[in-house]
């Protein structure tokens, strides 16, 4: 695969500077509000976003979680704690895909905006991309790509809502996803499809959710869909040939490593879960990307599954050019509670160690050896643990783990089993913390985790055998709400394991956390946009903007200012399968805006 | 007894004008305007899930007057809403509804609202629809799914018999 020289990466790196800083071209082409961009913008090469990092301080983010590390931290300081009071709404867009489809009524806004050079590139739930020109102080659409999105066939087979995490940038091209599994390749500048293909088989109940992650010249896609019975993957894309180059399956086939976790005559690889819809981090230096897998099918029954069901409830580190398993690390063997590990590894290095931190549904934070995914320590992030006495700090596992046993039970009273009407249990099955992702600041070593302080019931229902037909739900019983959810936002020391402070909410955390030099930005679905002190989790600013907030907030700059931008608009299952939890939120309205807020 | 005061009423208001296939055509528009979909499935026939197990339309033993009771009045203590506005406010007549008012819904009485009540005919034509397309129907096939969707979408394509599982090719996007 092809990877640009130095050379190329010093001469883009001198374009960008003077774009950015506006002086080659304002003074020629007068004020910028009045002139549409006609300069082709410089492609984002590999080496530019190996280097996201120095991308953000110039006020730009052109990767899914803002670095390829994971982090989530902008150095932009302009907002403050000192100055964040001041924080107001500077601009707004309506967007679209708020129609329903499939077992939806409608769709939702889950995306990260990336921006570049003063764009910002957004999706809606249903896949559409938007690019947003900024500058001049207001927002306006320059173009959007609607991938004509199979509504029926992808929403009929949409577990948890209508959404798309958002785009990613490789050269002159926006690369997202579309529900119904295509990886399509867009003009930066017209906006128009350059190319597609298909990933993923609504046909075998697969859908994408996730944002693709570009590693050098790929595109790495995640599949959805454990809760019908699919065998998860991870695929990558060289983007210069539109080629498949591997496809890695979280579900080991018969003679593969691992497969003698799936005891029984059951075939695991038919149906065995391992969905990988969050999307990962890359370590360039090491060539590793850390991935996380999904719940095994069926979700509750695991009787019906015994072994540890690897890959399943694991962070997997994969070779970028092969894609082969390096190591992985299991969080919940045997999973009776719908624990995903999907989330994201943020990797950061801490006391000469190199780490990898995960916060899962099991309501632990995690912290790997992100070379070796030796286990270091892990520390509860919710209020209330049920399932499990603790995590054994030698091993990692859950204390009560029993390597002799082929079905877990954990705390069994706790635990759904056949045998019982149902099981209560804390965290619920939605999660400690669900697909929104956590933020790192590398400067006061705090970790903050978006909190879904949570129990919920569990009803398991006998698992006959396989599916008998694709596209239908298997998930061996289902969750009711009896008790109500709430949220907070939970700061993790990282150089103690501890936790350093929590900010409660009264509703559970569905968007996810930004994290700046002495700030934490988060939204409730109730409404609010808010800024907290990044020390004291003291809130220091917040905004309703009377939609349901459920993606996460990022920061950028343009024409020398910093704005904060998040999209607003009700996405998830919450409103369908947990709202019972928060009864309050039923009034929200589903709505499709984004905000962007200045000094 | 309040059961029949109810079909009775419901009868009155929905019996007159419209011809067959009209009235089929409501039927399928409610089932799906009402989003039945979202837990009975296209098909009716249910299943589990992440929001309980819906029941299968096809499998049910609901004769008529039980089906318009059962999505006029929702089923109280498991997730099937109610359909009409206000079968359980405290003016409505008799209380219809299992002799419920609003007051009584609470613990395991408790029933949803649904996301889009419905008018009496259109109770009517999705009962209707339901006892016509759906009810003791076997295994959906291919010209069902159609008859459904239409044939713009790639959902029916499970149903046809060349469907081998090999990846879709993507249709033109722009």
């Known amino acids: 695969m092809s990877y640009h020289g130095r050379t190329f990466a010093l001469l883009a790196g001198v374009a960008l500077a003077s774009l950015i800083s506006g002086s080659a071209f304002a003074a020629d082409a007068g004020p910028v509000a009045d002139k549409p961009m006609s300069v082709k913008s410089p492609d984002v090469t590999s080496d530019r976003l190996a280097n996201a990092q120095q991308e953000m301080a110039q006020g730009n983010w052109i990767t899914h979680h803002g670095e390829l590390s994971g982090q989530r931290y902008s150095p932009l300081d302009q907002i403050n704690k000192d100055t964040v009071k001041g924080l107001h709404v500077a601009w707004t867009m309506q967007l679209g895909g708020v129609e329903g489809g499939g077992i939806w009524t409608h769709g939702g806004l889950e995306g990260t905006p990336l921006a570049e050079n003063g764009y910002l590139y957004v999706t809606d739930g249903w896949g559409s991309v938007y690019k947003i020109d900024t500058r001049g102080g207001k927002g306006t659409l320059m173009w959007k790509m609607d991938p004509k999105t199979d509504h029926d066939w992808a929403g009929a087979v949409a577990c948890c809502g209508v959404d798309n995490r958002g785009a990613a940038l490789y050269q002159g091209l926006v690369i997202s996803h579309t529900l119904d599994g295509r990886l399509v390749a867009t003009d930066k500048d017209t906006g128009q499809v350059k190319w597609q293909r298909q990933v993923a088989n609504p046909d075998k109940g697969e859908v994408v959710t996730g944002a693709p992650l570009i590693v050098k010249n790929m595109a790495i896609t995640g599949v959805a869909g454990a809760e019908y019975g699919i065998r998860g993957w991870i695929a990558a894309t060289d983007l210069d040939t539109q080629k498949e180059v591997w496809r890695t399956f979280t579900i080991p086939a018969k003679g593969e490593a691992g497969v003698e976790t799936w005891k029984g005559d059951k075939s695991a690889e038919v149906a065995g879960g391992g969905s990988t819809w969050v999307t990962g981090s890359y370590d360039p230096k090491s060539n590793t990307i850390v991935w996380g897998v999904g719940n095994p099918g069926p979700d509750w029954d695991n009787a019906f599954r015994p072994g540890d069901n690897l890959y399943t409830d694991s962070s997997l580190a994969v070779d970028a050019d092969t894609g082969k398993i390096k190591w992985h690390f299991q969080h919940t063997p045997n999973d009776p509670y719908d624990y995903d590990s999907v989330s994201e590894n943020v990797m950061v290095d801490v006391d000469g160690k190199q780490l990898a931190l995960h916060a899962n549904r099991n309501g632990f934070g995690y912290a790997v050896d992100r070379n070796n995914g030796a286990f270091q320590w892990a520390t509860p992030f919710v209020k209330k643990v049920t399932w499990t006495k603790g995590i054994d700090p030698k091993t990692g596992l859950p204390v009560e783990y029993d390597a002799k046993k082929d079905v877990q039970v954990y705390q069994v009273a706790n635990t759904p089993t056949r045998d019982k009407a149902y099981a209560d249990f804390c965290p619920g099955n939605m999660g400690g913390k669900n697909w929104p992702p956590t933020s790192y600041n590398p400067e006061l070593k705090l970790w903050y985790i978006p909190v879904i302080e949570s129990c919920n019931r569990v009803t398991i229902a006998e698992t006959k055998g396989l599916p008998a037909k694709s596209r239908e739900f298997f998930t061996g019983g289902g969750p009711s709400q009896p008790v109500r959810i709430t949220g907070s936002v939970t700061a993790i020391d990282v150089t103690t394991g501890k936790v350093a402070g929590k900010f409660e909410t009264k509703f559970p955390n569905l968007g996810g956390t930004l994290a700046t030099k002495d700030l934490v930005f988060s939204g409730e679905p109730s409404g609010e946009v808010y800024a907290l002190d990044g020390k004291t989790l003291q809130k220091l600013w917040g905004f309703n903007t009377g939609g349901g907030v459920s993606a996460p907030p990022m920061t950028f700059m343009v024409d020398g200012k910093q704005y904060v931008a998040i999209l607003v608009g009700m996405g998830g299952a919450w409103d369908k399968w947990f709202i019972d939890a928060t009864p309050e939120l039923k009034t929200m309205q589903p709505g499709s805006t984004l905000y962007v807020f200045a000094l | ?174």
């Open chain 2, 1 to 174: 007894m309040k059961i029949w005061a109810l079909a009775a009423a419901l009868m009155v208001t929905g019996g007159t004008a419209h011809a067959g296939q009209d009235e089929a055509a409501l039927g399928r528009a409610t089932y799906a305007k009402a989003n039945c979909v979202g837990c009975h499935k296209w098909h009716g026939d249910g299943g589990g899930g992440y929001g309980g197990s819906a029941l299968s339309l096809r499998k049910t033993q609901l004769d008529r007057e039980q089906i318009v009771m059962t999505v006029t009045c929702g089923r109280p203590g498991t997730g099937m809403p109610y359909f009409l506005r206000d079968v359980y406010s405290d003016d409505a007549a008799d209380h219809p509804c299992y002799g419920f008012s609003r007051k009584d819904l609470t613990g395991d009485n408790h029933v949803a609202e649904a996301g889009n009540f419905l008018r009496p005919a259109e109770v009517e034509a999705v009962a209707d629809y339901v006892l016509t397309n759906i009810k003791g129907h076997g295994e959906p096939n291919l010209a069902e799914c159609q008859a459904f969707f239409g044939e713009t979408s790639r959902v029916c394509e499970i149903y046809k018999p060349q469907t081998s599982h090999q990846m879709p090719v993507p249709q033109t996007a722009n």
